[in-house]
C-alpha cells in the first residue's frame, strides 16, 4: 500500500471518528446509516453519491414516474460497486433511519410482490 492509499484509508477513518463522536456527543446510539458507513468503508464522497442516487429517484417519484428495480440497483452498481445483496442493507438502513421512505417502499413495490423477505417490513406483503 502506497502513501497515497494510507492517507485515503485514514481519512476515511478520521471520517468514521467524526461521524461516530458527533453522534455520541448528542447522546445518540449510531445510526443504521452511520453503521452503514463504516461497514461499507464508505468516504463522505460515497455516502454522498449515495444520498443523490436516492435524490435522484426521488425526483422520478415526484415526477408520477414509476420506481424501475433494475435502474435503481444499476445506479448503486454503477456508482458505488453495490450490487443487489449489498443493496438491502443500503435501502434497509436508509429506511430505518427515516430517509427517503417513498424511494424505498417504491423500490419494493416494484418487485409487484415478488420482493426480498428482508424487505416485508418496509412494505409487508398483503394478506
Known amino acids: 500500500m502506497g502513501d497515497k492509499e494510507i492517507l485515503q484509508q485514514l481519512s476515511k477513518i478520521e471520517y468514521h471518528i467524526r461521524l461516530l463522536n458527533e453522534q455520541f456527543e ?3 446510539l449510531p445510526s443504521r446509516v452511520s ?5 461499507n468503508d464508505w468516504d463522505e464522497r460515497q455516502i454522498n453519491r449515495a444520498f443523490e442516487i436516492f435524490e435522484e429517484f426521488e425526483g422520478k417519484i415526484d415526477a408520477a414516474e414509476e420506481i424501475n428495480h433494475s435502474e435503481f440497483e444499476a445506479a448503486f452498481v454503477r456508482h458505488l460497486d453495490v450490487d443487489y445483496q449489498a443493496l438491502k ?3 434497509g438502513a436508509f429506511f ?3 430517509h427517503y421512505g417513498r424511494v424505498c417502499r417504491a423500490y419494493v413495490r416494484s418487485f409487484k410482490g415478488k420482493a426480498s423477505s428482508e424487505y416485508y ?3 409487508p406483503e398483503p394478506e
Not at 35 to 39: A, E, G, K, Q, V
Open 26 to 28: 448528542r447522546g445518540d
Open 89 to 91: 442493507s443500503v435501502i
Open 35 to 39: 453503521s452503514l458507513i463504516i461497514s
Open 96 to 98: 430505518d433511519d427515516d
Open 121 to 123: 417490513r418496509i412494505m
